[in-house]
Structures are given as structure tokens and as C-alpha cells.
């Protein structure tokens, strides 16, 4: 029996990463779009690899365990990807708190009770949550450690406390970091790794709207003003997850890698700063 990879989001970035290091594994993708998983199940089966896809809800406990329940069928989980998310311009505060957020604190635990000893994840989170000022150490530690049934109640994400979606967006995904170095800890008592990549700016449907979204002028200022000078694409963030992935990142977990052309470091030392 093969492996199996669990990749949740048959996006540009899920399926560059699964590409770049799901060979010879077993691998289901869930997407609450069953189209766009059978899309890239399509694609990447007519290039060598062993794609099931499957309709799942990242904003569902329900659904998770039956994404798992189905992959453990294959063989023993030996790698989660999650690349699935909703971004500010598709989708209303509770959406993106309810998926980017819960869902990927769902995701977490429950392949974290299942992943076999060795077995890695990363999680995309976004260089969204390094545009916030720095919480309270005690809202930190809230978000990362608070029991997922009782996250969305947690005051600082009721709805007074949201501006709009894009705080909503950048909450969830400072989440995300917080919950990774949590579950890390746990992860480790299996033998398991889980890290966080931080995209920028890349090309993808997801990045496309926003492009055409209310916010586009911004994020078009952003790629131009950044170092790099350029958005970047779903296989650099892959570079990143096979590094994390495979053995030369063994040393690494509950990290965070930002990838974004430096457009943070502009942010705060740079002409991407807001203007006071
Ligand atoms: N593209 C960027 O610029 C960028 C930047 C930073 C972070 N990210 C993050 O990367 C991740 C992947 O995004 P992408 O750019 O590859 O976008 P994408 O649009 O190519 O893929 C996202 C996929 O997630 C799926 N999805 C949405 N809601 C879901 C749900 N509730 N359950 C299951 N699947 C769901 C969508 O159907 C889609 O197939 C997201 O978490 C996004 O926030 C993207």
C-alpha cells in the first residue's frame, strides 16, 4: 500500500506543491469544489500520479473526518497539504473566519491524531498576518491554544470587533501561525512535523479576484513596489514546501516561512509603508 497525501484546496498552490513532492504517493484532494478537484485529479493523473478527488468543506468538522476517513483507506497518511481558503474579496467576514480559520484549526488536530510517525504538513497561511500590529501575548496565546469548538466565540472575532473582511482575512491567518506552532508541539509527540507558509502576492484564481476586487489598486501597488518587483508564482511557494517537506527541513517545525518578494519588508521600511 502507498502513502498517502492529503491535499486540501485544488488550487494553483495545492497542486504545485503536490506536484512537486506527491510522487509515488496515494493522493486525495478535497476542495469544496468538486470541479476544480477533478481539474487538477485530471491533470496530474495524466502526468504520472494517483490522484482521488473528492467534494470536502474545510469549514466542516464533519466533513474533515470523512476526507480522512476516505484517505485512510489508501494507506497510512504520511503528508498533509492544506492550500484551501476563501480571500477578503470572495467572501463575507464569517466565511473567512469560518474556513480560513476554524477549518484550518479542524484540519490540524484531526490529522494530527491520524499522521503516521514521521509524517510532515504545511498549512498556507499569508503575509496578511504580518500586516497587523502584534497582538496582546495573552490574545496570542488565545489563538493558538484555545479549543477549536470554542475559537469563533473567542470576543476579539465577534463581528463589533472586525472591521472588514480584510481584518478578518489577516485574523485567520495570524491564526494559522499561532495554531501551527500549538500543534507543532503536539505533532512532535507522534514524530510528525507541521509548518506555515506565508505566500505574497501569487499568481492564482484566488489572487486574480482580488486583482479585480475592491482592493485591486492596492495589491497591484504592492507586487510593483516590492523588491522583487513582481508577484510570484505557485512554484516558488512549492520550493519553500520542499524544504519543509523532506528531509534537509527535519530540524524545522511550527515555523512560519514568509515568502513574498520582500513586500513586508517594504511595508514596514519601504515605500510600500502607509502613508500617516
Ligand atoms: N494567491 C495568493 O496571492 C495568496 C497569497 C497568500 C495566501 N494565499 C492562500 O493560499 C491558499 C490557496 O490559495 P490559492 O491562491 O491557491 O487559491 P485558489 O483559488 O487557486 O485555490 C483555493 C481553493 O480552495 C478552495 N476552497 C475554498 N473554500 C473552501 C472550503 N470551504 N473547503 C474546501 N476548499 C475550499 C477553492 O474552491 C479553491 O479550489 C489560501 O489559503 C490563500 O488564502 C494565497
Redo the contacts with the bound molecule.
Keep these: 500500500m502507498k502513502d498517502v497525501m492529503i491535499l ?7 497542486m504545485a506543491i503536490a506536484r512537486r513532492i506527491g510522487f509515488g504517493k496515494k493522493i486525495v484532494v ?4 468538486l470541479k ?1 478537484a477533478e481539474t487538477i485529479a485530471k491533470i496530474m493523473n495524466e502526468a504520472g500520479f494517483d490522484v482521488t478527488p473528492m467534494e ?4 466542516s468538522r464533519e466533513s474533515i473526518r470523512n476526507l480522512i476517513d476516505e484517505a485512510l483507506k489508501y494507506g497510512e497518511i504520511s503528508m498533509l497539504v492544506n ?5 477578503p474579496s470572495q467572501a463575507p467576514v464569517e466565511a473567512i473566519l469560518k ?2 480559520l476554524y ?1 484550518t484549526a479542524v484540519l490540524l488536530e484531526e490529522v494530527g491524531k491520524v499522521i503516521k510517525e514521521g509524517g510532515v504538513g504545511v498549512t ?1 497561511s ?2 496578511s498576518g504580518h500586516r497587523m500590529p502584534a497582538l496582546t501575548p495573552e490574545k496570542d496565546e488565545l489563538l493558538a491554544t484555545t479549543p477549536t469548538e470554542e475559537l469563533l466565540s473567542l470576543e476579539m472575532l465577534q463581528p463589533e470587533n472586525i472591521r472588514d473582511t480584510l481584518h478578518a482575512y489577516q485574523m485567520a491567518k495570524r491564526c494559522n501561525e499561532k495554531r501551527v506552532m500549538a500543534e507543532a508541539v503536539k505533532w512532535g509527540e507522534r514524530g510528525t512535523r507541521l509548518n506555515d507558509i506565508a ?4 499568481v ?4 486574480i479576484d482580488e486583482f479585480n476586487g475592491p482592493r485591486g489598486d492596492f495589491y497591484k501597488n504592492m507586487f510593483a513596489k516590492c523588491p522583487a518587483g513582481r508577484p510570484g508564482t ?1 512554484d516558488e511557494v512549492a520550493n519553500v514546501a520542499e524544504l519543509l517537506m523532506g528531509p534537509a527541513g527535519a530540524f524545522i517545525t511550527g515555523s512560519t516561512i514568509l515568502i513574498d518578494g520582500g513586500a513586508t519588508a517594504s511595508y514596514y521600511y519601504g515605500p510600500l509603508k502607509p502613508q500617516e
Design positions: 486540501t484546496g485544488a488550487g494553483q498552490i495545492g478535497g476542495d469544496k469544489s476544480n470536502m468543506d474545510l469549514s492550500a484551501a481558503g476563501v480571500s474556513v480560513d477549518g498556507i499569508s503575509q505566500p505574497g502576492i501569487i492564482t484564481p484566488l489572487a505557485a
